[in-house]
């Protein structure tokens, strides 16, 4: 019974294990759990997290701070004074002068310097405890910093949708070339069993001589060509299959099936309207990026203009302390002595020998340059979405002509074939006609997948229907 539950266990972990690693997913699936699971898109959320703090960050320093401290103090040798003996009455000794005078015990060394005391004062312990409550009232660089970490977490979120959309580019792009590489692979598959039954058929026909050895020859070129290609096309949609699993964020050896099909993907995806859509620059993540270098670049002049402005900040201090030649510190005797201090700290710059006007000029300068790339940031992307445009529609009208020229080329290589059977048409003729097949086919495959990828670059630029 034991070995029986021992086993079923194991059948259930493995199940469980199995399925795990494997997904069914259409392609917005497969964008969403892109999303949520590709590396490079959950950084770039951790980023924004990063920014959030750093926000704070700089919000705080302008907030009140309190800081503490305690310092422990035991002279093994203790400072020495010299005190001038001549500032004591000399009617009486030195010594007990001072003894009397400053309650201290001068010390007793041989070859004492001529004319002074040699004297010690305080204790050899001692303890201070305080703590600092500082706040900033005035200081144009916080200020500055204040607008600048808001401008930094805008950027990183147009860096997330930056990126979010390049990860959706990139699964849509390697979903495409799945379902392309499946479908190859059936269509090399089929056009193999043919070829297989046509050399098999012409080889027992030349057996019998009715048929020239050449026409055998002829096929056996282009069956074994087709078998090659099959098995290429097998370990390239293993390929593929990866590198989709690396898009989504899974394992590289998920099993991935997908539920939709290239061709009616490629329907999904001619939108003729799209092609006459408002370029709106402004809505390009590209060019806000670019916005926000600028205006990183101004608040930089800001800044270096607020480093001649004063700054000002207030305090409160206090403490206590205690002192003693033997470590009482913590008994509950022990004398403390309090202390306190409240005040102000104004920073007046004066002169930097034009050390801060060379910071302003070389902000001023990078902040020409980053105009200047907004400028051309902006002339590129005109042409981009006039270009992608372009190719968008040139991509439909190539679907469009590759269907019709495979169902020519379908026609033509079963005429021939029925020729060549029958006895009126040449190997060579059907050899040419299945070549100009199997071309047909390769690009009607490529014609959807532009199709899908023509139309996911415009939607990009233009920033519409984007997940």
Known sequence: MKSQLTVLLAMMIGVL???????????????????ENNRTAVNAARDIKAAKKQRWETTATGLPQINGSIEYQNFLKQPVSLLPASAFDNTESTVQTVEDFFGLTPIQEPDPVEGFIPVVFGTKQNVNAQATLSQLLFDGSYLVGLQSAKVFLEISENAKIKTDQEVRKLVIQAYGTVLLSEENVNILESNKATLQKNH???????????????????????LTSTANSLSNAKRQRGIAHKLLNLSLGADVNTQVTLKDELEDLAQRNILLDLVAAEENIENNIDYRIAKNNERSQELLVKFEKSQALPSLSAFLNGGYQSFNDEFTFLDSGNE????????????????????????????????????????????????????????????????????????????????????????????????????????????????????????????????????
């Open 200 to 222: 098999d058929e012409t080889k027992r026909i030349y057996e019998n001589g009715l048929e020239e050895e050449e026409s055998v020859e002829q096929l056996l070129i282009t």
């Open 17 to 35: 294990g199995w399925a795990q690693e494997s997904l069914s997913l259409t392609l917005d699936e497969a964008i969403a759990y892109a999303l």
């Open 336 to 467: 403390w002595f309090g202390t306190a201090v409240v005040g102000v700290n104004l920073n007046i710059p004066i002169f930097s020998s034009l050390q801060r006007s060379a910071k302003t000029q070389r902000a001023k300068i990078a902040l020409e340059k980053a105009k200047a790339e907004l400028t051309e940031t902006e002339q590129q992307l005109k042409l981009q979405m006039a270009t992608a445009k372009s190719d968008y529609q040139f991509a439909i009208e190539s679907y469009e002509t590759s269907k019709k020229n495979l169902a020519l080329a379908e026609r033509i290589e079963k005429k021939n074939q029925t020729k060549f059977f029958e006895g009126i048409g040449s190997s060579f003729e059907l050899r040419q006609a299945q070549t100009q097949l199997y071309g047909a086919q390769q690009e009607y495959l490529q014609a959807m997948l532009n199709v899908i990828t023509s139309k996911t670059e415009l939607e990009t630029l233009l920033n519409s229907d984007i997940n």
